[in-house]
């Protein structure tokens, strides 16, 4: 999908059918914006400077009226005005006339999470997988708040409200792994409202389908998964934030840094000390912090704690900024039978992204 001038980096890739109508339109209201911004503050800084007190310039010769030259500032606005009305209004009716032969989906948005929900029964959060170049219609309701389902790559949104029905409709041309976010400022982590669009082939879909929309299903968790599991099974993330907090201190970025502890020793956090940090917590506690972590040293076996430690080297600051983590399995057992309802009860208390993981998300 060529519109060659159009396609700057400034915009986000574009990938459906409807995105290089979008940018042309886009970049020619920008581009005009551009042109009139540069030629009137240069108009302005000439004019400044030309007739500032003291050149020696003509002052006589003052106009009061010029018929020609008003005519052509206000007629040459109103019909640019009026081509971007006509452009816009043929690009809006385009992307709000439904699609009748369309991949139906159903969409929840909901404090801070996006459920999908496929016609075959398979649910999704965060993740929508569709197939290239066929129409997809999603149906959408919130549960509680507004929230605005916005995919940049498809140049697609559209108010998600509580109460009413809303449709946005648009065909993915690439296949490829794009963004989802919310594009209405819907509470404290609004910015943690994203996920990922899929957009498969037809027989990487089908098959997607047929392990029932779980791509990772027959593949062994890696170490770090693992760990994230039990960290999530465990509750960890109950006490453990991206942040310092009065229950407990950040896991983020603490491998290999020197931990302080209250008896004013310190040690590096390496695997050894994880390990002991996990199992017998309260050997040595981290400065700032009282002996409430729960005893793991009967719970948790020895490859649970290795597991957890490699997690742990895994969560380093910055990562699942936008990516929410991406720990890539199914909970056994869980795969895909959480109800909507418990998700949302469960509401992404943890308060971090990187910490939000798949039990959670499920
Ligand atoms: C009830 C809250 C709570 C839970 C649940 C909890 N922790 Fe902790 N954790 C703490 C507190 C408080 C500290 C700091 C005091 C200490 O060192 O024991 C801590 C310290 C740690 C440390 C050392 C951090 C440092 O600053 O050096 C590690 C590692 C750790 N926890 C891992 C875990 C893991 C893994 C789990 C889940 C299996 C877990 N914690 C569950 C409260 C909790
Ligand atoms: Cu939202």
Same mark, same amino acid.
């Given at each position: ?131 290239? !170049? ?69 027989? $990487? ?19 770090? $998964? ?45 695997? $050894? ?16 912090? $009282? ?44 795969? !895909? ?13 943890? !308060? ?11």
């Amino acid at each position: 999908m060529g519109w060659g001038p159009f396609q700057y980096n400034i915009m986000p890739e574009p990938a459906s059918e409807h995105a290089p109508y979008y940018d042309a339109l886009f970049m020619t209201i920008t581009g005009l914006a551009v042109f009139f911004t540069i030629t009137v503050v240069a108009m302005i800084i000439f004019f400044a400077a030309r007739y500032r007190r003291g050149t020696k310039v003509n002052r006589k010769n003052i106009l009061t009226h010029h018929t020609g030259l008003e005519l052509i500032w206000m007629g040459v606005p109103l019909v640019l005005a009026f081509l971007m009305f006509g452009w816009s209004t043929k690009n809006y009716m385009a992307v709000r006339t439904m699609p009748k032969e369309a991949t139906e989906i159903f969409c929840i948005g909901k404090k801070w999470m996006w459920h999908f929900q496929h016609m075959n029964g398979v649910r999704e959060n965060n993740e929508l997988h569709v197939v290239v !170049g066929k129409p997809v219609k999603i149906t959408m309701i919130s549960q509680d708040v507004i929230h605005a389902l916005y995919l940049p790559e498809m140049r697609a949104q559209y108010m998600v409200v509580p109460g009413r029905y809303t449709e946005l409709a648009f065909t993915p041309t690439k296949p490829g792994r794009y963004k989802i976010l919310c594009a209405m400022h819907c509470g404290t982590q609004h910015s943690e409202m994203v996920g990922q669009l899929y957009v498969m082939n037809p027989s $990487e879909y089908a098959d997607w389908v047929d392990k029932g929309g779980n791509k990772y299903k027959n593949k062994p968790l890696t170490i770090q $998964e693992a760990g994230a599991q039990i960290y999530s099974e465990k509750g960890c993330a109950n006490c453990h934030t991206g942040t310092d907090n009065p229950r407990a201190p950040t896991l983020v970025g603490i491998y290999e840094k020197t931990r302080k502890f209250t008896d004013g020793t310190s040690a590096v956090a390496d695997r $050894e000390y994880l390990r002991e940090a996990i199992k017998m917590p309260h050997n040595r506690l981290t400065a700032g912090w $009282e002996n409430t972590m729960p005893v793991y040293g009967g719970t948790l076996t020895e490859l649970q704690v290795l597991q957890l430690a490699e997690y742990i080297k895994t969560l380093t600051p910055g990562k699942g900024d936008f990516v929410r983590q991406d720990v890539k399995h199914s909970t056994p057992g869980s795969d !895909g039978d959480s109800s909507a309802v418990d998700i949302a009860n469960k509401g992404g208390s943890a !308060g971090n992204a990187q910490f939000r993981t798949s039990e959670e998300r499920r």
